[in-house]
């Protein structure tokens, strides 16, 4: 019996079939070991692939959904899902894809900045002010967490610590969040996201009852003195918030201070509310 004989006679052979749907032999081979685009029949003796016509439309949408660098796990999720679930896996996908660009573009902006030696004209408008910060105690919650993760994690964590110091007697100033080491997309820290609370004892029972769920604990945050750069929503996200740094260690280098403890940073306004051009945080350091 010849191989054709075997196959059926509707099958396209690997090369008639790369053809068709515009794409490599090499191309399919990789298709099939990963899942994404099983032939329709394998002969068991040569090992040669056959492929069915109306599988090129699978094909071609592999081939176009992998020209958007979409990761192979999430190119077999779309291929797999109903229709009106494939678009919506898209779109989720692609605006993660544009959220990353965006952060990538400001990124490169302000690296050009840095390379053409303009770096001083970025954290020029940036003003550095000190204050005086009493003793504080919080509520608080510490996690190892990465800098993609901290737009879910801050309000997350800093909601339920709010939500304790509802039953210790109120906030008594604005919430904060400590970053005790470097929290980047490669490094986790960690930080931790502080409430002030007006009544010790009540937080303390408080973090009690929740500590073994959230990790919530009190502490006693000392008096310092703290030198800080205001902020608007739109330049807390990161590379932005770079130039703020970089404005406070040229006035503190300018200043003869020391810094004199980690980063914080300060939400003194309603996020939700504000707008991208509204002051919402302040970046401090304590100094000495």
Known sequence: MTEDDRVD?????IGAFASRARLSAKALRLYDRLGLLRPAYVDE???????????????????LLRQLDMPLA???????????????????????AEARFASQRALAGYLRGRLSGRS?????????ETAEVPEQVVLSETRHVLAPELPV???????RLEQGAGESGGIT?????????E???????????????ADEAAARAWAERQGRATGARVRV??????????ITKAQVAHPQILAAFEAFEHWVAGQGLTVDGPCREIYFADWDAAGPGDPVCDVAFPVR
């Not at 001083?120 to 550095?128: G, H, I, N």
């Not at 919430?175 to 005790?180: A, G, I, L, T």
Request: charge should be negative.
């Open 9 to 13: 006679k509707d099958l396209l052979t």
């Open 45 to 63: 003796v040569s090992g040669y692939r056959y492929y069915r016509a109306g599988q090129t439309e699978r094909a071609r949408l592999v081939a």
């Open 74 to 96: 999430r190119i077999a999720e779309v291929v797999e899902a109903p229709e009106s679930d494939a678009a919506a896996l898209l779109a989720a996908y692609w605006d993660g």
């Open 120 to 128: 001083s004209e970025m954290y020029e408008k940036f003003v550095v």
């Open 153 to 159: 994690w801050i309000p997350g964590s800093l909601g």
């Open 173 to 181: 100033g604005s919430p904060f969040v400590v970053y005790h080491a």
């Open 183 to 197: 929290v980047s997309v490669e490094s986790d820290g960690p930080a931790e996201s502080c409430v002030p609370v």
């Open 221 to 230: 945050e000392p008096a310092r003195r703290v030198a800080y750069v205001r």
